[in-house]
């Protein structure tokens, strides 16, 4: 069973920057796309971003396109979330997430069965 843990998040002022972390463990993901979801208080999860396996391939949601960078450390096994210019609407807990299959990709919620526990992401004006 794959486990993903989230860290990273905190308190940053408007203008600033953070980086997320998701390392993966418990079976190999080798082939997976890792995907990044966030979740503001009363909204429904959305999308923000994934990335291949081999980091060749990535996607973004358009609120964060130009500011969030997503890369991926093969050897720890850890994929990694760069946010810079964050703004208050960035504030959400964020998550990290994996499809059931290799080679899947998706901006949906339901296109992901793994999911780690969320890192809390805060940005005052």
Known sequence: QVQLHESGGGLVQAGGSLRLSCAASGRTISMYFMGWFRQAPGKEREFVAFISWSGSRTYYA???????TTSIDNAKNTVYLQMNS?????????????????????VRSDDYDYWGQGTQVTVSS
């Open 62 to 68: 358009d609120s964060v396109k130009g500011r969030f």
């Open 86 to 106: 964050l703004k208050p609407e960035d504030t959400a807990v964020y998550y990290c997430a994996l499809p059931p299959a290799p080679l899947r990709a998706g």
